[in-house]
């Protein structure tokens, strides 16, 4: 007999959700490929298709094959022709007028259109929690729930609507499109922000604070330690990617060790420091991008803009805070 | 020295790429062209190799060096292990479908029946509780799954509610509940040792030889977390200002159908 938490650990997989996601985009791209209203249907379709693939096989597939399908993607892109279908071929069925029209339908779920969506989030946190008490890793906890909490989602909200596979389908696919080929700019950052690492990107910008800043300067540290750290991350677009660069080339070696700071303290205040950065920059396209696309906001820099003045008032609390907490406590 | 002077320049050669970004972002070009390029150019400065070894590619000249790793590869390494952050599009068709069947509209009519809900209030609370939720270790994208289907159409119906809105200040309204989510999310999450923040800290400190308690890393940031409360008190509350402001005074409760998110306009 093998216990539940070794089934979970063995069944409930990333690859899984990752499978089930593929399947999707597969279906996205068929169905896109094969609607005739739409003007862009080939290249659309192949884009999904494609990134479909990538979703199935990227964990088996060679590096490099991996490497040259996003490429392709990339490619497909720059031609402009993935897209939607435009406002003349668009889905006839996925118009807002009839979107109002069939909440008078017979089929009317009222406020128990709810439970689809509070669902997803329901079984994220659910999955999290298991996980965690059989001791696995909360996070993929977290991913798997995601998966399978949207699966469930999908189930219900087409039984309550008595909607088709075929429009389920068709309404997440037109979610997808209006987003469109922004979608895969979280993934081709995170493959910069891998090269840039390989490249050793953030040598040149420690060896400089080393370069400009007088030594025995505790507040012109402090404030080049939160400055690098911001810059760096507003470049890298991920204070993660960021932190071990600035960490080692500056915090330790220049703040912590020459000032004897606590070094919990430095390193927790110079992470954050680095997601003011985070708030401010369009190389964090996943959280500054793709919800400016998702909520059909005109700028796509519209929510950079709106975060602007609190991660500057914010970064320089942390400048300030750090300075005063060595100084006087 | 002259090795010491070209090691320089071969350092600032390599931040091209980030030029090329910077460039690219300004000129507004196709934000994925400009970031594959910018890999290609940083990778091919800082003289790796289009390929590995283990490609096929090894056969062709130049395109593969013994011992390093190819750009294409690296690429398609980091694709392949970032698929996480595309997982969204799974909740796709159902949020889809329950739009369609007045999932928004029905948002926006809950809100309603609380009288005092403003915008402003709702995305102080949807912060705090976003800051709860990091606190409780869960890691979630809240976006798509709160922020587009709920807390979006909510803020707008309770700003729509006393007046319609211009889309300007429809826009300003949308942008400012993507950056609740946003606050919420970063600064909450490290108030848990086991979420990736605290975990990432705690291992690049280790590695450089210190040793550093995971309780104290959440401790010493319990003060950058107030701070992030109050300026999101601060920003939310000035946004209730500006939408009181000078506008068509009549309320429109029955515009709120066409308070949707909307997806294909």
């Known amino acids: 007999m093998i216990g539940a938490d070794q089934l979970m650990a063995r069944f409930l997989t990333l690859d899984l959700v990752y499978a089930i996601t593929g399947l999707l985009l597969l279906a996205f791209g068929l169905t896109t490929a094969g609607d005739r209203h739409h003007q862009r249907r080939y290249v659309s379709g192949i884009f999904w298709i494609i990134l479909g693939v990538i979703f199935l096989g990227g964990s088996l597939l060679p590096h490099w094959t991996t490497g040259l399908l996003a490429l392709v993607l990339v490619v497909l892109d720059g031609s402009g022709r993935v897209g939607q279908g435009g406002p003349a071929g668009g889905d006839s069925a996925s118009k807002p007028s009839e979107a109002a029209a069939s909440s008078i339908s017979p089929h009317d779920p009222g406020n128990r259109i709810f439970w689809p969506v509070i669902l997803i989030p329901a079984a994220t946190f659910l999955l999290a929690l298991l996980f965690r008490q059989a001791g696995l890793d909360a996070n993929r906890g977290a991913l798997v729930g995601l998966g399978l909490g949207s699966l469930l989602a999908m189930a219900i909200a087409k039984h309550l609507t008595r909607a088709t596979l075929a429009l389920l389908i068709r309404e997440g696919r037109r979610l997808n499109e209006a987003m469109g080929p922004v979608n895969i700019l979280p993934q081709l950052l995170a493959s910069l922000g891998a090269i840039l690492a390989a490249a050793n990107i953030g040598q040149p910008i420690a060896a400089a604070i080393r370069h400009l800043v007088p030594g025995d300067n505790l507040f012109l540290m402090v404030l080049a330690n939160c400055l690098g750290m911001a810059l760096l991350t507003i470049l890298l677009g991920n204070s993660f990617a960021a932190f071990p660069v600035i960490a080692s080339g500056v915090m330790l070696p220049l703040l912590v060790i020459p000032f004897g700071v606590d070094p919990a303290l430095a390193a927790i205040i110079t992470l954050t420091a680095g997601s003011s950065g985070t708030l401010m920059t369009p190389m964090a396209a996943n959280f500054n991008i793709v919800p400016a696309a998702l909520l059909n906001l005109d700028d796509r820099y519209g929510v950079i803009r709106y975060q602007l003045s609190y991660a500057l008032a914010l970064w320089a609390f942390h400048v300030i805070w750090l300075w005063a907490v060595i100084r006087f406590f | ?265």
């Not at chain 2, 590869?73 to 909740?91: Q, S, Y």
């Not at chain 2, 009519?109 to 939720?133: D, E, H, N, P, S």
């Not at chain 2, 705690?202 to 992030?228: C, E, H, I, N, Y």
């Open chain 2, 1 to 265: 020295m002259i090795t010491e002077e070209l090691f320089k320049l071969a350092a600032i050669g390599k931040l091209a790429g980030i030029a090329l970004i910077v460039v690219g972002l300004i000129l507004r070009w196709r934000t994925t062209v400009v970031v594959a390029s910018a890999s290609l150019l940083t990778g091919l400065l800082a003289g790796m190799p289009l390929f590995s070894e283990e490609s096929p590619f090894r056969v062709i000249p130049g395109m593969t060096r013994a011992g390093r790793i190819g750009i294409v590869d690296l690429l398609g390494k980091a694709f392949a292990d970032n698929r996480l952050m595309t997982l969204f599009i799974l909740t796709l068709p159902a949020i889809g479908l329950a739009e369609r069947y007045g999932l928004q509209e029905r948002s926006a009519a809950l809100i309603l029946r609380i009288r005092v809900a403003t915008a402003g209030r709702l995305l102080v609370v949807y912060q705090f509780f976003r800051i709860l939720q990091g606190a409780l270790g869960i890691r979630l994208n809240g976006h798509p799954s709160f922020v587009r289907p709920l807390i979006c159409p909510m803020s707008l119906g309770a700003a729509e509610s006393t007046g319609q809105l211009t889309p300007a200040r429809r826009e300003r309204i949308k942008a400012a509940n993507a950056a609740a989510e946003n606050y919420g999310n970063f600064y909450g999450q490290n108030l848990s040792p086991v979420q990736a923040g605290v975990l990432l800290v705690f291992g690049v400190m280790q590695g450089l030889g210190v040793k550093v308690g995971m309780w104290d890393l959440v401790r010493q940031t319990l003060p950058v977390v107030v701070a992030s409360i109050i300026l999101g008190l601060f920003q939310f509350y000035r946004l209730d200002r500006e939408l009181a402001g000078p506008r068509d005074n009549q309320p429109h409760r029955d515009l709120i159908h066409k308070n949707q998110i909307g997806g294909n306009q």
